[in-house]
């Protein structure tokens, strides 16, 4: 594995969160935030867990659930339903704060998409409702092309369905 490469500003936030919290970047805690932001995928604490053990044998498991909750409070980290037993967290929020997922039903591949039309939808209902919208994410579920064109996809197995 090469080294993977982090955007600057979630340091930079990360650690203006944690100050304010009274607390700093610990080797054990930046394990586990290389694990979580070295890549685009989504993935279930178990994943990240996995991910952090390469990344070093010595990880902890404790750190790796407070640093979890820490992410998620600061806002660099989502967690989102993907319709899984599992809570997903979701690390492409920094640079798509307004991003969707569309999730095949079958195999579960999701695709990340934005859309301005429905930034625009979401402010326009917010406001006449009288709220002011800070977050949304629209799940949409559908059948993959190769769902509807194959009858069924091929990674289907691997998922173990939902
Ligand atoms: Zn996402
Ligand atoms: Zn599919």
Redesign the pocket.
Known sequence: MGQPVINPDIYRRLEEFLAGKGLRRTRQRDVIIEAAFSTTDHFTADELWERARQLDPAASRATLYRTLSLLVESGLLREIDLGMQQTCYDPNFVDHPRHNHLI?S??R?IVEFEDKHLNLLEDCISRRLGFQPQSTSLRIEA??E??RTMGV?E?RKKSGGR
């Open positions: 095949c079958d195999c591949k059948s993959c190769t769902l996809c990674e």
